[in-house]
């Protein structure tokens, strides 16, 4: 809970497709790691930088701290912390 507000939490498992691509010289193609963070870092309506993480974060969550994104609150009075990890094609 986020000053007793609900905290959804949620990981997103980006494998490429249309909101993971990038604009090349060559047309469009896979960003590279960290592409969709950044684009969703840069977004106010999907992060609030100037929320504080910390509180909110388990011993899991804080190893990641770096990767963690914060919506602003909903409209149902919520925030979500997500996080999103690029697949990494074996």
């Known amino acids: 809970r986020a ?3 609900p905290m ?3 990981l997103v498992l980006n494998c490429g497709g249309t909101i993971g691509m990038q604009d090349t010289a060559h047309g469009y193609a896979c960003g590279p790691p960290g592409f969709l963070s ?4 840069s977004v ?3 992060h609030d930088p100037a929320f504080d993480l910390a509180p909110h974060l388990d011993a899991v969550d804080a190893a990641s701290r770096g990767d963690m994104l914060v919506t602003p609150v909903g409209e149902f009075g919520t925030r ?3 996080r ?3 697949y990494d094609p074996l």
């Open 3 to 5: 000053g007793g507000m």
């Open 84 to 86: 999103i990890v690029d």
């Open 80 to 82: 979500t912390l997500f």
């Open 44 to 46: 106010p309506m999907i």
């Open 8 to 10: 959804r939490r949620v």
């Open 38 to 41: 950044g684009i969703c870092r």
